[in-house]
T-cell receptor, first 115, second 112 residues
Framework: EAGVAQSPRYKIIEKRQSVAFWCNPI?????LYWYQQILGQGPKLLIQFQNNGVVDDSQLPKDRFSAERLKGVDSTLKIQPAKLEDSAVYLCASSLQGRANEKLFFGSGTQLSVL | GESVGLHLPTLSVQEGDNSIINCAYS??????FIWYKQESGKGPQFIID?????DKRQGQRVTVLLNKTVKHLSLQIAATQPGDSAVYFCAENYHTGNQFYFGTGTSLTVIP
């Protein structure tokens, strides 16, 4: 079974530029999550989708971050404009139905460096 | 929100010894926990989970213990191998929407 796919693996941009990350979850998984992992810290939830709807985006800095999952399968996360403090690994995860106590499966992440 | 914390940020063990990684959680409503292993440059990998109605769960070379009285989790790795070197996170779930909250992590180094 293919895992969660993410691209690109690395991205280097200057502050105030924009950037986008892509995620394709495990086939058949209805729930998709974006996490931000700053160096030396645990992952922090940014947004959760159930199919093509947003379940929770309370931790998403909406003045600069946006995410979509238009067809309920793959998803993109965008940052515009980027700040230095956005340097982190952006992890995508998926779970089967988003019910309580389901395992999350993670992709390898996109490492973003903002200069 | 409440945070998940780890007691030891780093741990070094000799190959073949047993490892114990600890985790404290503060939300008494948490009812499901997962231990993840994260190797450098990779995403977190599921190791083992436990529900709050259990005290102990065993997997292959790993055991998770849950003490709800003191809100403490531990991950025991038997016969630690060099491939076990990684950062280990505990994650708690107390949201009906299946959201997980992660601690800071413990870096495990296995000395050959």
């Amino acid at each position: 079974e293919a895992g969660v796919a993410q691209s690109p693996r690395y991205k280097i941009i200057e502050k105030r530029q924009s950037v986008a990350f892509w995620c394709n979850p495990i086939s058949g998984h209805a729930t998709l999550y974006w996490y931000q992992q700053i160096l030396g810290q645990g992952p922090k939830l940014l947004i959760q989708f159930q199919n093509n709807g947003v379940v929770d985006d309370s931790q998403l800095p909406k003045d600069r971050f946006s995410a979509e999952r238009l067809k309920g399968v793959d998803s993109t996360l965008k940052i515009q404009p980027a700040k230095l403090e956005d340097s982190a690994v952006y992890l995508c995860a998926s779970s089967l139905q988003g019910r309580a106590n389901e395992k999350l499966f993670f992709g390898s992440g996109t490492q973003l460096s903002v200069l | 929100g409440e945070s998940v914390g780890l007691h030891l940020p780093t741990l070094s063990v000799q190959e073949g010894d047993n490892s114990i990684i600890n985790c404290a959680y503060s939300n008494s409503a948490s009812d499901y926990f997962i231990w993840y292993k994260q190797e450098s440059g990779k995403g977190p990998q599921f190791i083992i989970d436990i529900r709050s109605n259990m005290d102990k769960r065993q997997g292959q070379r790993v055991t998770v213990l849950l003490n709800k009285t003191v809100k403490h989790l531990s991950l025991q790795i038997a016969a630690t191998q060099p491939g076990d070197s990684a950062v280990y996170f505990c994650a708690e779930n107390y949201h009906t929407g299946n959201q997980f909250y992660f601690g800071t992590g413990t870096s495990l180094t296995v000395i050959p």
